[in-house]
């Protein structure tokens, strides 16, 4: 059952849109903070499409399709605070580093971006200052906020993977990507695995162990339980996959947080290093 969270205001974030990113409105004492990483495929107005026919923009190259559906769905069903990316991971990928040669892509599954192909080091500057620093400093002030209030929270990014990658399927409805910290991991993969109608990948078809990027930044350098949740696209292409996904995982996360099966250290800071350092 969907629970009516209210978002007291000691503890809560109000919704925000920024150029950068969006912030979903939450109470901090739902002990979560929701991440979407590559939310939209849209572009600033000054970039028209990069260069792209749209159509190019629609794929997954663009954005991770069905990824803001369930984030919005699991922040209002958590009651949680969630922050979102605004603009097409082609402009800039918020879940990379910034040494990352893949943070702004100039070709990305066949396709060549042509407004990328000739970045200059004040283009690259422009963008990590308008877009990617502040989508970062927005997370890390939810964060900073929950610390405040003395509400140690775990960190779930949503994401999702394509069906099939240079034709052969996968067999994965969803997978749980993770680093050296196994707090909510380990958490996650048992519920979920539970399901037998779900096969749930264990560090696959990707793996979380990416130095830099989105969950080593704001969890695994602060000592936050945290991991990324990938959904296969075609479940939630349509809003009712979304929904569908987004109440499965609100419920598995609500489990988790209340004890069932969960490490008892989630709540805890805790600093496991990384595999990728």
Known sequence: MRPETACGPALGVEALTTEAFERLPGSLSAGIILLCDHAANVLPEEYGTLGLPPAELARHIGYDIGARGVTVGMAAWLGAPAVM????????????????????????????????????????????????????????????????????PVLLSVHSFTPAWRGVARPWHGAVL???????????????????????????????RLKGDCMWRHGTSRGLAHAIIEIRQDLIASESGQAEWAGRLAEAMQRILAGAGADPDVRAVRFFGSDAD
């Open 178 to 208: 993770w680093d050296k910290d196994p707090r909510l991991a380990h958490a996650l993969l048992t519920d979920l695995g539970a399901d037998p109608a779900l096969v749930i990948g264990d560090n696959e078809p990707y793996t979380g």
């Open 85 to 152: 990316t605004r603009y097409s991971r082609l402009l800039i990928d918020c879940n990379r580093g910034e040494d990352d040669p893949t943070l702004i892509m100039r070709l990305s599954d066949g396709a060549i971006v042509p407004g990328n192909r000739s970045l200059t080091v004040e283009e690259r500057a422009k963008r990590i200052a308008r877009y990617y620093d502040p989508y970062h400093a927005a997370v890390a002030e939810v964060i900073d906020r929950a610390l405040g209030a003395g509400i140690v």
